[in-house]
């Protein structure tokens, strides 16, 4: 019996919960090498886990809040994976600040933007962070001020051509009031109907 317990206790033990494409086994969840992307991973892990394998993905940021609720997490495996240091990095960069055994995540590095590759996560500053998200907010910004434009000049073309059709009609009534009124100068209220 105690032999069949130390065997036992040799073999993972698959937790009901584990997220597909994951491996589990008590308190380790092992995403590794599973071609996850950040919409293909699972959205929650089980409390339990303390060890979390993330290793040679393809994910480029972390989802808000996926490790908050892990009350027992140790250490999770980053390493292996494209990290793209613009403002999604910003959870995973407060998360590793916040570790003890920071110098553990050291192999952390962003791969892009070209002036942040190489550089690793839990020692960028918020100022390097925020200044890549101000270059799409002023992408976004641009395509604001082009729409706007485009929407002034379509004003501006549908207020010309309202202008331009009521001078139109505004002769079109001028005319038509003139031909009216000779119409009625030429006709004598007095004249006699023509009999044949």
Known sequence: MKLLGLF???????SPTCPP??????????CRSSDLTEEALPASFSSSTAYLYLTNNYLTSIPNGLFDNLQNLQVVYLWGN??????DILYLRTWLQWQQNRSFYRNVMCSSPPHLQGR???YLSEDEIVATCQSWYCSVALIAQICLFIFILLQAILLVSIFCYLRRFRKLVK?????TTELYEDVSPWAAPHSD
């Open 8 to 14: 036992l206790g040799f073999l993972p033990l698959v």
């Open 120 to 122: 690793i996560i839990s």
């Open 82 to 87: 494209p990290w793209e240091c613009d403002c």
């Open 175 to 179: 005319s038509a009031w003139r031909a």
């Open 21 to 30: 494409p994951c491996r589990c086994a008590s308190n380790i969840i092992d």
